[in-house]
């Protein structure tokens, strides 16, 4: 059924912010994640694997909780955190599940990549849940890491993720319109889509030119900045 | 002469314009990647362009394939099962996540569906040709696009249709259709083998189905499908004989329903008989 050459062409990090899955409100849109795992599980069944790298625990617990404002103290995040990573999971798990694609939860601390035999194991685990066609959703462990909990940004540990499991592109989501950003590997400059039903092709372009590069793991940085002059 | 022929055949498709109830049928090439697996966003267009038409009054059927395929991808098969009872077991898997992704998506367009599993002893059992068909009738009364596809869990070799472009057209006859498209990933019948021949043409129109035609539908065919252009054809040869008109045409853009409707020359157009340019 599956022809092996189509597939595993090509490995995307896929970045989400919790800011392209709001509504004008700054509220969850169930919706806007409705569309997200569409476009995803499409991707995805195109041959593509992913690995996907959210934020929004902290709010959606700040949510459950009924918080008027998000909490300021570390623990209190933390606290929310906890609460609202179980619910992000199972939005996730939910919406996926409308598209028949199986996600799993991997929660890790981003000093992963200080340590060779956590590289390895997270490498492994990895592997291993792209070979069975699962999606893993990654997010920061932040019960236990408390250094960066108060940064909104989840850049750095899709960057790690990116590293560890060799993945061809960085391609990131964090409006509230259709827009993506994709960061290939090697020194390809960062591109910007705006129309997701050219996602596939623009991958795969990206995929073609890097046939013919070193493979290495720099990622073109792109600044918030940029990000805002291309809407 | 030439002139004349083109002047015929605008006649033919401006008729096209007309249509009040049309089957559609789409093709496991059609629904998914090369890989087998399926192509969402191709589902999406497709449940948006028969919503469209449905909201214009026109009565739509669709013959959807799809079910072993998505049942496999369900499973994490890599390969396609040969065997009849695991083909089976997947098409049962396959068909409910199938009407699921089709019920989603035609909610987002506020059109309800409902699904119908046929098997051939229906098109020769009176009884069952009878309750089929106002089944079928009453659905598309209320607005209602009924998915059909056949009931493989129960098919065997002596009631199958065997492929989906038989049955659809069977389906055209059953409720009394004008017309058929036949979506693939075929842009319709060729006078060559295009693969070979640099100067193939699509044949826009045919008013009779020779040896000579039914010799250039060999060869052409996909690997996932059961389809081929030769079960396309045969297709084409129930509904002419029932004065259903018949278009065989690429899926790609499942938009190209429009412009068909709009009697544009798109794809082959197979005749109706009473019709067709003496």
């Not at chain 1, 169930?30 to 599980?41: E, T």
């Not at chain 1, 020194?187 to 705006?194: E, G, M, T």
């Not at chain 2, 009453?138 to 065997?162: A, V």
């Amino acid at each position: 059924m599956i022809d092996s050459k189509k597939m595993c062409e090509g490995r995307i990090v896929v970045r989400i912010e919790i800011s392209a899955l709001s509504n004008a409100e700054g509220k969850f849109d169930h919706r806007k994640m409705d569309r997200l795992a569409m476009v995803l599980s499409n991707l995805n069944n195109s041959g593509k694997q992913l690995l996907l790298v959210t934020s929004g625990a902290i709010a959606l617990g700040s949510d459950k909780l009924n918080l008027k404002k998000q909490p300021q103290s570390a623990v209190d995040m933390q606290v929310a955190a906890a609460i609202g990573q179980a619910e992000l999971i199972r939005f996730y798990q939910h919406y996926f599940d409308q598209y028949n694609q199986i996600v799993a939860q991997v929660l890790i601390t981003r000093d992963v990549l200080d340590n060779e035999v956590r590289v390895t194991n997270a490498r492994n685990t990895f592997e291993t849940l792209l070979d069975m066609n699962i999606v893993p959703i990654i997010n920061e462990n932040d019960i236990i890491s408390t250094e960066d909990i108060e940064l909104d940004d989840n850049y750095p540990l899709a960057l790690s993720v990116a590293k560890i499991a060799k993945a061809d592109a960085i391609l990131i989501k964090m409006d509230i319109n259709s827009n993506f950003i994709i960061q290939p590997r090697g020194s390809l400059k960062p591109r910007f889509v705006s129309d997701e039903s050219q996602l596939i092709q623009e991958l795969e372009n990206i995929n073609d030119e890097l046939k013919s590069m070193d493979k290495n793991d720099f990622y073109y940085p792109v600044s918030i900045d940029e990000i805002l002059v291309n809407q | 002469m030439k002139s004349l022929l083109i002047n015929n055949i605008m006649g033919q498709r401006a008729k096209f314009r007309n249509k009040k109830r049309i089957v559609i049928k789409v093709g496991t090439s059609s629904l998914s990647f090369t890989n087998g697996r399926l192509n969402f966003q191709r589902i999406e267009k497709l449940t948006y362009v028969l919503s469209a038409i449905r909201n214009r009054n026109i009565e739509v059927v669709l013959v959807s394939s799809g079910a072993i395929g998505v049942g496999a991808g369900r499973l994490g098969l890599k390969d396609k099962p040969k065997e009849l009872s695991k083909k089976q077991a997947l098409a049962a898997i396959g068909q409910a996540e199938l009407m699921k992704i089709y019920k989603k998506f035609f909610e987002e367009y506020n059109q309800t569906v409902a699904q119908i599993l046929l098997t051939k002893d229906v098109m020769t059992d009176q009884k069952k040709y009878q309750n089929a068909k106002n089944t079928l009738t009453q659905l598309l009364t209320m607005g209602i696009i009924p998915i059909i596809n056949e009931n493989d869990t129960i098919s065997t070799y002596e009631i199958e249709f065997g492929d989906n472009d038989t049955l659809s057209a069977n389906v055209a006859t059953l409720v009394d259709a004008e017309l058929l498209i036949l979506l693939s990933d075929i842009d319709g019948l060729y006078s060559a083998d295009p693969k070979i021949d640099a100067t193939a043409e699509i044949i826009e129109s045919v008013n009779r189905i020779t040896p000579e035609l039914e010799k250039l539908a060999t060869g052409a065919g996909t690997s996932f499908g059961t389809g081929g252009m030769v079960t396309k054809i045969s297709a084409a040869k129930i509904c002419m004989a029932a004065n259903i008109d018949t278009v065989i045409t690429n899926g790609t853009d499942p938009a190209i329903i429009f412009d068909i409707l709009d009697g544009k020359n798109i794809g082959t157009h197979f005749m109706t008989k009473e019709k067709a340019v003496v």
